[in-house]
């Protein structure tokens, strides 16, 4: 079993030479299935034509609250609130090929994997407020591992889109699954919402907890339980 906290996490990935990227021709995980009648989202490459439309719509937010776009303090918000909201969804920009990127090895490993206390940060999808908390993300390896920094770099790519809870955390099964095809994913996420916290029904230290079971995880209950007691802990993030 493998444990590791991604606290101080450095890039180094693990040591293997032998480099079974190119037996995974194309890496696709399924769409998100938050759609309309049946209606794939018709997603573009972020565009940077549209940066002054961005600036803009920035500007027409501070009007509308009753600000002052003019006033000195606010000159640079519009192109700071529109790089940073570029910054926040740049998952939309990374792909699970190129992420993953040859650190995938044969260890011959088959016991349990798991990475705990990814911390991550996300923007809800009903309000772009932040939701943030921590991810708990485990797999059966069936020969093939992959370096443990890319499962939180898997984390980090789809919160930094416009997410909810419980699709963000299929997502990261599903792609873990799909680039290692191992015997079972499990990934629990803990979370905080600022769109609960900060309005709404204004519930501080209220955590929203989510889970994604495949395989062995769904299947065999003393695999999940020996999971559920190795993440189980207070949260600490806030
Ligand atoms: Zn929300």
């Not at 923007?123 to 059966?140: D, S």
């Amino acid at each position: 079993m493998t444990i590791a906290s991604s606290n101080g996490f450095n890039a180094s990935d693990s040591t293997s030479e032998l480099n079974l990227t190119s037996t995974i021709p194309h890496v696709e995980t399924r769409p998100d299935r938050n759609t309309h009648d049946g209606r794939e989202p018709n997603l573009q490459p972020p565009r940077e034509e549209l940066n002054d439309e961005m600036m803009n719509a920035v500007r027409t937010l501070l009007l509308g609250v009753g600000e002052d776009p003019e006033r000195e303090g606010l000159l640079k918000t519009p192109k700071r609130v529109a790089e940073a909201m570029r910054f926040l969804t740049g998952g939309y920009n990374q792909s699970l090929e190129e992420l993953v990127n040859g650190a995938i090895f044969d260890e011959g490993h088959n016991e349990m994997v798991l990475v705990r206390d990814i911390n991550f940060f996300s923007l809800c999808e009903h309000h772009m407020l932040p939701f943030m908390g921590k991810a708990h993300v485990a797999y059966i390896p069936n020969q093939k591992v992959v370096g443990l920094s890319k499962l939180a770099r898997v984390v980090e790519m789809y919160a930094r889109r416009l997410q909810v809870q419980e699709r963000l955390t299929r997502q990261i099964a599903e792609a873990v699954q799909t680039i290692l095809e191992p015997h079972g994913v499990a990934v629990v996420m803990e979370a905080t919402h600022m769109c609960m916290v900060m309005r709404g029904v204004q519930k501080p230290g209220s955590w929203t907890v989510t889970s994604a079971m495949v395989g062995v995880f769904q299947d065999d209950q003393k695999t999940r339980e020996e999971y559920l007691n190795l993440i189980r802990h207070q949260p600490s993030f806030i």
